[in-house]
């Protein structure tokens, strides 16, 4: 699973830059604190996704799933956690789901585009085709 302890924390960087986001300007962390925190953040999400694993094997669900995680914060009373989840869950789906639009509106712009491009060829061959129809300057005729 693990080879060492250590491969369960979370990245310090990350860890660090959510501290920043979190607190006021001005406000310095130490190191160990830092440390703590990164390390208190690893188990829970360690003690999280066990109690997940055991709500999926409740459902009897193979994979885990969000509604996994929300029954996991219910049974080990982080309730309050649910509703701030469920929303930034629908505003990443919507985020998701808008971009999927956007790459679909601009391949559907896109193939519009080469559809005129490709038309126009067609048409400018279908002139050139024409204009090889006339007659040639020899003074025979062309047969049709």
């Not at 109690?51 to 029954?71: E, P």
């Not at 808008?98 to 601009?106: G, Q």
């Not at 048409?123 to 129809?133: F, I, K, P, R, V």
Request: glycine share 2%; proline share 3%.
């Amino acid at each position: 699973m693990v080879d060492k302890i250590q491969d369960l924390n979370l990245p310090a960087t990350v860890v660090t830059r959510l501290i920043k986001d979190a607190l006021p300007d001005g406000i310095n962390v130490g190191k160990e604190a830092r440390s703590a925190i990164a390390r208190a953040a690893s188990i829970f999400i360690i003690y999280l996704t066990s109690s997940t694993a055991a709500a999926a094997r409740k459902q009897k669900h193979k994979s885990l799933s969000s509604d996994n995680v929300f029954a996991a914060l219910e049974e080990i009373e982080f309730e309050n956690f649910i509703d701030p989840l469920r929303e930034a869950l629908d505003s990443f789906r919507k985020t998701i789901k808008e971009k999927k639009s956007s790459k679909t509106n601009d391949s559907k712009t896109n193939n519009d585009a080469n559809t005129e491009e490709e038309m126009d060829e067609v048409n400018g061959s279908t002139a050139h085709d024409e204009s090889s129809l006339q007659e040639p300057s020899d003074g025979t005729e062309n047969e049709e």
